[in-house]
């Protein structure tokens, strides 16, 4: 009926039976008398119909035809589910819910006329970053390969300008002081003062977790030897001897699928943290603790797949790194009983596992998850899944800047050193600012109160999956 009465007014503003007058108005027959009251042609506008469509005035222009939304029965314009209308360049997000969905992918989905958030992200800071078309859009310059090439270039700018002390040297350095840290850390254990006693244990914890989290994260990536040989020396000597796990699934686990598909549900979305038969209190306090006895076990669970000469060769390894920890504390240390000794074990090697298990769902958990089959290009999967935490000296120490500090950094360039990534935070983060890309930034203290309250949401229940929708 809309669209009949405007093609009837398009027709010259003239109805049957009127003839216009010199000057506009009109004239009906030969009388000047007002003419008859008639009946409007367009009924009043139901409340809360849009702005634009209201009784027309008595004399009608010609009007483009307009698009307006159908009304539904409650009076209120109908706007399409996850539809959303974000300034040019910039693509909003359109979230799928699973099934069954959960309270947050409803919720997403039902919020049609408000700006997407981040998952997760306490505050809920707003996503006005562009991303990139959805699969099978044309691409522009700005395009996810342009952007990242555009970045790598400046990354490698630094390193070239870079020492090897810079590259290796700071890292290799770390390493080394840790293990001439041990003979102290063992010798103090003889003392029966109670803060030498201490003082012992905290320097073996610190110097076990520099040395199975730093140096088994660095060896996995190829990151303190530009030596393929040395690489794999370090790498079975970190990861097999130090950290009591299987180089083969550690490589597989961390470089293949996490790196290689972050965030990705099913392969690099870092579910094997989740254990939803757990409250969220025995998981956050006391589930660490079992770390150290859960590491060596699924990496000897693990050995039934690899060929026997790697399941040999890793049994042989981390059987040597266990007993020597053990023989150790029996010969140098002094401990007279077995158990004294596998329980001084096991208290250095939890010394720092709550932050380890923490940092580990911290960083990628809780941010946009996404599909197989259409996740987005590398630099706004990495700019989206991965966040940093603030620099802390110990975990910095200890874990290294690229699970710290530098996560983001690491995940876009995984080659380089702590020591690297730090250098180059500037450069990437000053480009993605630059480039309107989201930059995920967090406290360790914010983080760790946001999954106490939204632990069943992030660890028990199948997270949403996040689309990129482009605008063209």
């Not at 009924?43 to 809360?48: E, F, I, N, T, V």
């Not at 000897?300 to 790194?321: D, F, M, P, W």
Request: glycine share 10%; aromatic share 8%.
């Amino acid at each position: 009926m809309l669209q009949q009465t405007l093609e009837g007014a398009g027709t010259g503003g003239r109805e049957e039976g009127v003839r216009e007058g010199p000057g506009g108005g009109s004239l009906w027959g030969s009388q000047r008398h007002p003419p008859p009251p008639r009946r409007p042609a367009f009924p009043p506008a139901p409340a809360g119909f849009p702005s634009g469509v209201a009784s027309p005035p008595g004399r009608i222009r010609p009007l483009p035809l307009r698009r307006f939304w159908a009304l539904p029965p409650g009076g209120c314009p109908r706007v399409p589910a996850r539809t959303m209308t974000p300034r040019a360049g910039v693509p909003g997000w359109r979230v799928t819910p699973p099934r069954p969905a959960p309270a947050c992918a409803v919720r997403l989905a039902g919020a049609a006329n408000r700006p997407p958030v981040l998952l997760g992200h306490p505050g809920g800071r707003r996503a006005r970053e562009p991303m990139e078309p959805a699969g099978g859009a044309p691409r522009g310059n700005g395009g996810g390969e342009a952007l990242l090439g555009e970045l790598e270039a400046l990354v490698r700018d630094v390193e070239r300008a870079s020492s090897w002390w810079e590259r290796h040297g700071v890292d290799c350095a770390i390493l080394a002081l840790s293990l001439l840290a041990l003979p102290a850390g063992f010798l103090c254990l003889r003392s029966e003062n109670v803060l030498v006693l201490g003082l012992g244990i905290t320097i073996l914890g610190v110097c076990h977790y520099t040395l199975t989290v730093k140096g088994s994260h660095l060896a996995t990536h190829g990151a303190l030897t530009e030596s393929k040989g040395w690489s794999k020396v370090w790498e079975l000597f970190f990861v097999e001897v130090c950290s009591a796990f299987s180089a083969e699934y550690a490589k597989y686990g961390h470089v293949k699928l996490h790196h290689g598909y972050t965030n990705v549900l099913g392969l690099g979305d870092s579910s094997t943290w989740r254990l939803p038969c757990l409250n969220r209190f025995v998981y956050m306090f006391l589930a660490p603790l079992l770390i150290p006895v859960i590491t060596p076990l699924v990496a000897v669970e693990r050995l039934r797949k690899v060929e026997l000469r790697s399941a040999v060769r890793t049994l042989g390894l981390i059987s040597l790194g266990l007993y020597a920890h053990y023989w150790l504390l029996r010969s140098v240390s002094g401990f007279r009983s077995p158990g004294s000794a596998l329980l001084c074990m096991l208290t250095t090697r939890s010394l720092l596992a709550h932050p380890y298990l923490h940092v580990n769902i911290f960083q990628h958990i809780g941010l946009p998850m996404f599909s197989r089959d259409k996740k987005p290009r590398r630099i706004h999967m990495m700019s989206l899944g991965v966040l940093n935490l603030p620099r802390l000296p110990l975990l910095d120490w200890a874990f290294g800047h690229s699970l710290i500090s530098c996560h983001v950094e690491h995940h876009l360039f995984p080659r380089l050193s702590d020591n690297m990534c730090l250098k180059v935070k500037p450069v990437v983060s000053g480009f993605l600012h630059e480039k309107q890309l989201p930059y995920n930034e967090d406290s360790y203290l914010a983080r760790f109160r946001l999954f106490l309250s939204r632990y069943e949401e992030f660890m028990v229940q199948t997270p949403p999956i996040t689309e990129l929708v482009g605008l063209q």
